[in-house]
Structure formats: structure tokens, C-alpha cells
């Protein structure tokens, strides 16, 4: 499972790496703003709010489809080379 956001897969992992970090340090803030002083539901709002934003992202991850370009790119090229050399694509 990939995500290609350019052309260039290193660039992609590098920006996809980034945004999950920021995201990871905005997460972990928010839940200690939400974090109570009694011990027993110290971190209740904090899950509740980990929990509403993994449901939220989770149901419009579904939703999302997207084209591989760059294996339909590369099909093509490797189609392009078999014809050259008079060969078939099994």
C-alpha cells in the first residue's frame, strides 16, 4: 500500500513522514489540554477526543480513490520495451 503525492517517491514519503509528526505533536497537545486532574478519568476526554477524530478520518478514508499514475506509467513503458523486442505481455 502506497501514497504518491509526486512524482518522485522519495519527495512523497518525506511530505507523507512530516505531516505525520505535525499531526503525532498537535494530537499528543490537545489530548494534554484535555487531560483531567482526578485520577480515575484523568484521560477520558483526551480518548474521547482520539476516538472521535479516528472515526471522522477513518469514515472519509473510505471515500477516497485514487489513480496510480506512475504504475500506469510505468505498464506502459515496460509495454512499449516488450513491443520493441517482439515479445508478449503474459
Given at each position: 500500500m502506497g501514497c504518491e503525492l509526486t512524482r518522485s517517491a522519495e519527495t512523497s514519503s518525506a511530505i507523507?513522514?512530516?505531516?505525520a509528526n505535525v499531526f503525532t505533536i498537535?494530537?499528543?497537545l490537545v489530548e494534554d489540554a484535555l487531560r483531567d486532574d482526578a485520577p480515575p478519568y484523568g484521560m477520558r476526554r483526551g480518548l474521547?477526543?482520539?476516538?472521535a477524530t479516528v472515526a471522522a478520518v477513518s469514515t472519509l478514508i473510505i471515500k477516497?480513490?485514487?489513480?496510480?499514475?506512475r504504475r500506469e506509467m510505468d505498464a506502459a513503458k515496460l509495454t512499449k520495451v516488450m513491443e520493441r523486442r517482439g515479445e508478449s505481455i503474459a
Open positions: 507523507l513522514w512530516f505531516s498537535i494530537f499528543v474521547i477526543f482520539s476516538a477516497f480513490t485514487g489513480h496510480q499514475r
